[in-house]
């Protein structure tokens, strides 16, 4: 797309640096000229030594041939006014204030190119990792059957991968092994036992996996084999990491683990102090192993960054306690660490499951509705999306088209309630030259810009009937004519509507007509509301936490728990778009790493305290999160236990027994 940038300023020069470091070929921008009166013009500078032609008037630009676009920087409306009277046919004009959200949009879909293809490589290290590490790795679900086994846990046992795969250790293996092997406690242990007559010392540590509501399910186990003639130097060969130090924080000693683990050998380390060493994240604020050298008491489990010898962040979880000599003076500490890169890369593939293309969700609704995406999309009927403004329904129709094998071809988006009755014909079909008094040139409508691709009609329900009667002749002959126009044009488009109204109910109230409904109803979908699937509300607080981290360049880490006990109950009637406008005013108001609830909007915070519902504090935030989602999939299958159950994925006496515990009636009265 040849480009011309008026206005050779800072923003010029911005853009132009961005362009010319990320080599964006995909999106076929080539910028041909940069105009500004001044010479020294930063922008303007930087083009010439590009080889870029420059320009002082901005008039003669409009003279270059085949130019597509015309970015507009500097501002100046006269400029602007001018560009739009005197450009030609097929060139767009787009202003300094849609040039950023234009920019933003290039960064942002570039960042996602490279995190999809980020993940995709991440995918293939964490599978060549388990397949080639000579340590025992395996992983079972919540009912201790094995989703995950690498080829050296296989190998001990004399048996093939494939043959433990979806069993239980106790259908596998002999009583005394299975006990071992099977546990769920999250342990390091070094256990005997025997195989065809043979002895084996295995070094076994568990790994609890959890969701994000804190709940089990599953374990990783990760195991080394140990003779019994280095039995007694286990300590210095087990998987942990192990290292003391003296009261002042000093390294008094360091095991092979730690050698293998950080890349330092033990002689490197000794006398040094640890924070040097590791160069944690946490080592001059919350260093778990002076807190407990200062005050006595024991950490576990806590996770931590450090960096290695060899410059790259190992992310780790630490438990210490402090070294105490007869009983009562503190001489040093001991912390012991175990790598969490497997651990790390499990919680990657819990999130991946959790997304499909930009919709996130874990909601069974969403979740079948996902199911059946890969399906409508392959199609090329019609598509009608229902639900609450703000549900995500462009979302949805941008995934059937990214999906579809229209993908190649443009997605056009018109929402058909901003646009007045008397422009919306002109803005759909286009126009011809002389068809009405400012019509100097012809302009092709939306239909024309979406040819081949798929064409998104928001709002449908809002459309006039005149305006109905012309859409349904061309859902069904596949034809239209511009406005001013006596020729016919066929239109090879997949159109989706989307409304936030109830076209039945409109229908039977003559506000729709009737033939058209049927024509767009050919797959209907319906989006459910934010309020009814409330055990997304965490998931898309971290995703939009994640997202203006990236945007705005902050570091918060989360919000409190009382930050997300209030957002659970807040009923949202502005659904996920709220909730973002919702994250992204704490974020301008929050000044510390984790948002709190005066950092929430004034609205939300009256609403609560109106309703008498304030977050308490005791109640941890995954416990509250797991209440309101079993409370609202009961109210939502009229509190039939057993259709609850299946739809949470639980048993049914796991659905009695957290109904007793937090109290929630059986709705019998």
Same mark, same amino acid.
């Given at each position: 797309?040849? !480009?011309?940038?008026?206005?050779?300023?800072?923003?010029?020069?911005?853009?132009? /640096?961005?362009?010319?470091?990320?080599?964006?070929?995909?999106?076929?921008?080539?910028?041909?000229?940069?105009?500004? !009166?001044?010479?020294?013009?930063?922008?303007?500078?930087?083009?010439?030594?590009?080889?870029?032609?420059?320009?002082?008037?901005?008039?003669?630009?409009?003279?270059?041939?085949?130019?597509?676009?015309?970015?507009?920087?500097?501002?100046?409306?006269?400029?602007?006014?001018?560009?739009?009277?005197e450009i030609h046919h097929g060139v767009r004009i787009?202003?300094?204030?849609?040039?950023?959200?234009?920019?933003?949009?290039?960064?942002?879909?570039?960042?996602?190119?490279?995190?999809?293809?980020?993940?995709?490589?991440?995918?293939?290290?964490?599978?060549?990792?388990?397949?080639?590490?000579?340590?025992?790795?395996?992983?079972?679900?919540?009912?201790?059957?094995?989703?995950?086994?690498?080829p050296a846990t296989a190998s001990l046992f004399g048996?093939?991968?494939?043959?433990?795969?979806?069993?239980?250790?106790?259908?596998?293996?002999?009583?005394?092994?299975?006990?071992?092997?099977?546990?769920?406690?999250?342990?390091?242990?070094?256990?005997?036992?025997?195989?065809?007559?043979?002895?084996?010392?295995?070094?076994? !540590?568990?790994?609890?996996?959890?969701?994000?509501?804190?709940?089990?399910?599953?374990?990783?186990?990760?195991?080394?084999?140990?003779?019994?003639?280095?039995?007694?130097?286990?300590?210095?060969?087990?998987?942990?990491?192990?290292?003391? !130090?003296?009261?002042?924080? *000093?390294?008094?000693?360091?095991?092979?683990?730690?050698?293998?683990?950080?890349?330092?050998?033990?002689?490197?380390?000794?006398?040094?102090?640890?924070?040097?060493?590791?160069?944690?994240?946490?080592?001059?604020?919350?260093?778990?192993?002076?807190?407990?050298?200062?005050?006595?008491?024991?950490?576990?489990?806590?996770?931590?960054?450090?960096?290695?010898?060899?410059?790259?962040?190992?992310?780790?979880?630490?438990?210490?306690?402090?070294?105490?000599?007869?009983?009562?003076?503190?001489?040093?500490?001991?912390?012991?660490?175990?790598?969490?890169?497997?651990?790390?890369?499990?919680?990657?593939?819990?999130?991946?499951?959790?997304?499909?293309?930009?919709?996130?969700?874990?909601?069974?609704?969403?979740?079948?509705?996902?199911?059946?995406?890969?399906?409508?999309?392959?199609?090329?009927?019609?598509?009608?999306?229902?639900?609450?403004?703000?549900?995500?329904? /462009?979302?949805?129709?941008?995934?059937?088209?990214?999906?579809?094998?229209?993908?190649?071809?443009?997605?056009? *988006?018109?929402?058909?309630?901003?646009?007045?009755?008397?422009?919306?014909?002109?803005?759909?079909?286009?126009?011809?030259?002389?068809?009405?008094?400012?019509?100097?040139?012809?302009?092709?409508?939306?239909?024309?810009?979406?040819?081949?691709?798929?064409?998104?009609?928001?709002?449908?329900?809002?459309?006039?009937?005149?305006?109905?009667?012309?859409?349904?002749?061309?859902?069904? /002959?596949?034809?239209?004519?511009?406005?001013?126009?006596?020729?016919?044009?066929? *239109?090879?488009?997949?159109?989706?509507?989307?409304?936030?109204?109830?076209?039945?109910?409109?229908?039977?109230?003559?506000?729709?007509?009737?033939?058209?409904?049927?024509?767009?109803?050919?797959?209907?979908?319906?989006?459910?509301?934010?309020?009814?699937?409330?055990?997304?509300?965490?998931?898309?607080?971290?995703?939009?936490?994640?997202?203006?981290?990236?945007?705005?360049?902050?570091?918060?880490?989360?919000c409190s728990e009382r930050v997300l006990s209030a957002?659970?109950?807040?009923?949202?009637?502005?659904?996920?778009?709220?909730?973002?406008?919702?994250?992204?005013?704490?974020?301008?108001?929050?000044?510390?790493?984790?948002?709190?609830?005066?950092?929430?909007?004034?609205?939300?915070?009256?609403?609560?305290?109106?309703?008498?519902?304030?977050?308490?504090?005791?109640?941890?935030?995954?416990?509250?999160?797991?209440?309101?989602?079993?409370?609202?999939?009961?109210?939502?299958?009229?509190?039939?236990?057993?259709?609850?159950?299946?739809?949470?994925?639980?048993?049914?006496?796991?659905?009695?027994?957290?109904?007793?515990?937090?109290?929630?009636?059986?709705?019998?009265?």
């Amino acid at each position: 797309m040849k !480009t011309v940038i008026v206005g050779g300023g800072q923003r010029c020069l911005t853009f132009l /640096e961005f362009l010319g470091a990320r080599q964006l070929r995909e999106l076929d921008i080539e910028v041909v000229c940069v105009v500004d !009166t001044r010479a020294d013009a930063p922008g303007r500078v930087f083009a010439e030594q590009q080889g870029i032609h420059t320009l002082t008037d901005y008039r003669a630009a409009l003279s270059l041939p085949n130019v597509e676009l015309i970015l507009e920087l500097t501002g100046d409306k006269q400029v602007l006014t001018d560009l739009y009277n005197e450009i030609h046919h097929g060139v767009r004009i787009i202003d300094h204030v849609s040039a950023w959200v234009f920019w933003d949009l290039i960064r942002l879909e570039h960042s996602l190119r490279e995190e999809l293809q980020n993940r995709t490589n991440l995918e293939k290290r964490f599978r060549q990792f388990i397949d080639s590490a000579s340590d025992i790795i395996a992983i079972k679900d919540a009912e201790g059957r094995y989703v995950v086994v690498n080829p050296a846990t296989a190998s001990l046992f004399g048996m093939e991968p494939e043959h433990l795969l979806g069993r239980t250790p106790a259908e596998v293996y002999a009583p005394d092994v299975a006990g071992i092997i099977g546990s769920h406690d999250d342990e390091v242990i070094a256990e005997r036992f025997v195989i065809d007559s043979k002895e084996y010392y295995l070094d076994v !540590t568990r790994y609890p996996l959890m969701d994000y509501q804190g709940n089990v399910n599953g374990v990783c186990v990760i195991g080394r084999e140990v003779t019994q003639r280095f039995f007694p130097l286990i300590f210095d060969s087990i998987s942990h990491a192990i290292f003391t !130090t003296d009261s002042e924080g *000093a390294i008094t000693s360091f095991n092979r683990a730690a050698e293998e683990l950080t890349g330092y050998r033990r002689d490197e380390v000794i006398g040094r102090a640890c924070s040097a060493i590791f160069k944690s994240d946490r080592c001059e604020t919350t260093c778990p192993l002076k807190a407990s050298i200062h005050t006595g008491e024991r950490a576990h489990n806590e996770e931590a960054t450090i960096v290695t010898k060899s410059g790259h962040a190992l992310p780790i979880s630490i438990s210490t306690a402090a070294l105490v000599e007869d009983g009562e003076r503190i001489v040093g500490g001991v912390e012991m660490f175990r790598d969490l890169r497997l651990v790390t890369e499990l919680r990657k593939q819990v999130e991946k499951s959790y997304v499909f293309e930009d919709i996130i969700s874990k909601s069974h609704h969403m979740k079948r509705l996902f199911e059946t995406l890969p399906l409508i999309a392959s199609s090329q009927s019609t598509v009608l999306i229902e639900g609450e403004s703000g549900t995500g329904k /462009e979302l949805i129709a941008r995934a059937i088209h990214n999906l579809g094998p229209r993908r190649k071809g443009p997605f056009i *988006a018109v929402n058909c309630a901003a646009v007045p009755d008397s422009l919306i014909e002109s803005e759909l079909f286009g126009y011809k030259k002389g068809a009405f008094t400012d019509a100097k040139e012809d302009k092709p409508g939306r239909f024309a810009l979406a040819e081949g691709g798929t064409l998104l009609l928001d709002e449908i329900g809002d459309l006039s009937r005149q305006m109905q009667v012309k859409l349904l002749r061309v859902l069904q /002959e596949k034809q239209y004519e511009p406005l001013g126009s006596t020729q016919t044009v066929s *239109a090879d488009v997949r159109v989706i509507a989307s409304t936030n109204r109830n076209l039945a109910q409109d229908v039977t109230s003559r506000k729709f007509r009737q033939d058209l409904y049927y024509r767009l109803n050919v797959v209907r979908m319906e989006l459910p509301p934010l309020r009814t699937r409330k055990e997304d509300i965490p998931l898309l607080i971290q995703h939009f936490i994640d997202r203006f981290n990236t945007l705005q360049g902050r570091r918060i880490t989360g919000c409190s728990e009382r930050v997300l006990s209030a957002l659970m109950r807040y009923p949202f009637p502005g659904n996920i778009r709220e909730l973002e406008n919702a994250i992204e005013h704490a974020f301008v108001i929050c000044i510390d790493t984790t948002i709190q609830m005066d950092d929430l909007p004034q609205h939300i915070l009256s609403y609560l305290s109106d309703t008498g519902q304030k977050a308490p504090a005791a109640k941890p935030p995954l416990e509250d999160a797991e209440m309101h989602a079993i409370v609202s999939c009961l109210e939502r299958n009229e509190y039939n236990r057993a259709r609850t159950a299946a739809d949470l994925g639980i048993s049914r006496n796991t659905l009695w027994r957290k109904m007793k515990r937090y109290g929630i009636s059986t709705g019998s009265s």
